[in-house]
T-cell receptor, first 113, second 113 residues
């Protein structure tokens, strides 16, 4: 089954404790992205990757890091989480050809206290 | 960068009526405009899209129109049904794919039986 898998689904952590949210896709897609979803703000792109070892900032990259060492994986790293990073996070992947669907993961609900 | 504004933020309609959601964008380079539906607690999923060389596209009860000159595009849902209740997001991309993509802030549609 074609899918994008994120882990964990839910996470409560404390300010400053490094964490990683994993994202894996089995569709051999070139493009992968991370978004955060906040009430009233919609989906905002954090980082995106066009292929292995190629990443770039989206609209809200501050406080986040990503890496793309393998085509299927695109982890999101919060080196020192803060309460304003409490949000619902989605990973998505899509093929490189244009005008196609982005497949979203099931989401990760992160709370930073 | 691109700025996408979406209106209204909430919309209630009676079952069987039509619903219209409007988005405007700022970057004239944007050339691909997808619409996503997100049901409560679920991931966003593509419902329809349009590219900049097309003025209108229809898929059963859903249609999207694009006015490149005015930089706005709209989602039209006819004969609404309770299962249409969800949050709808518009988006704009300058490249035709999902590298750099900007989403609107979302419209919560409630269809009243």
């Amino acid at each position: 089954e074609a899918q994008v898998t994120q882990n964990p689904r839910y996470l409560i952590t404390v300010t400053g404790k490094k964490l990683t949210v994993t994202c894996s896709q089995n569709m051999n897609h070139e493009y992968m992205s991370w978004y955060r979803q906040d009430p009233g703000l919609g989906l905002r792109q954090i980082y995106y990757s066009m292929n292995v070892e190629v990443t770039d900032k989206g609209d809200v990259p501050e406080g986040y890091k990503v890496s793309r060492k393998e085509k299927r994986n695109f982890p999101l790293i919060l080196e020192s989480p803060s309460p304003n990073q409490t949000s619902l996070y989605f990973c998505a992947s899509s093929p490189s050809h244009s005008r196609t669907e982005a497949f979203f993961g099931q989401g990760t609900r992160l709370t930073v206290v | 960068g691109e700025n996408v504004e979406q209106h209204p933020s909430t919309l209630s309609v009676q079952e069987g009526d039509s619903a219209v959601i409007k988005c405007t964008y700022s970057d004239s380079a944007s050339n691909y405009f997808p619409w996503y539906k997100q049901e409560l607690g679920k991931r966003p999923q593509l419902i329809i899209d349009i590219r900049s060389n097309v003025g209108e596209k229809k898929d059963q009860r859903i249609a999207v129109t694009l006015n490149k000159t005015a930089k706005h595009f709209s989602l039209h849902i006819t004969e609404t049904q309770p299962e249409d209740s969800a949050v709808y997001f518009c988006a704009a991309t300058p490249s035709g794919g999902y590298q750099k993509v900007t989403f609107g802030t979302g419209t919560k549609l409630q269809v009243i039986p």
